[in-house]
């Protein structure tokens, strides 16, 4: 299940080759994208994030306590 949510959340993210970096934090994930543009928040939220704030190509995620998990899920399918 949370490998599924994971793949949501970087589908969501535009993809693998959109993700520059990606860190967990304790209630977020915090991640930088090459193009702001191919983020598809309303896919965030789909995918069970609780929220979503963007500033140019930052993007942090707001996944809960699953915030570890989750980066490393999305690690592991980069």
């Known amino acids: 299940?949370?490998?599924?949510?994971?793949?949501?959340?970087?589908a969501a993210l535009g993809g693998g080759s959109n993700v520059?970096?990606?860190?967990?934090?304790?209630?977020?994930?915090?991640c930088e994208v090459s193009d702001g543009?191919?983020?598809?928040?309303a896919g965030l939220k789909?995918?069970?994030?609780h929220g979503v704030m963007r500033q140019g190509s930052i993007v942090q995620v707001v996944v809960g306590p699953e915030a570890d998990s989750?980066?490393?899920?999305?690690?592991?399918?980069?």
């Open 46 to 49: 789909a995918a069970g994030a």
């Open 70 to 78: 989750l980066a490393e899920d999305i690690e592991d399918l980069l």
């Open 20 to 30: 520059v970096e990606i860190e967990p934090c304790i209630t977020r994930l915090r």
């Open 37 to 41: 543009a191919k983020v598809d928040e």
């Open 1 to 10: 299940m949370a490998a599924d949510k994971a793949a949501a959340i970087l």
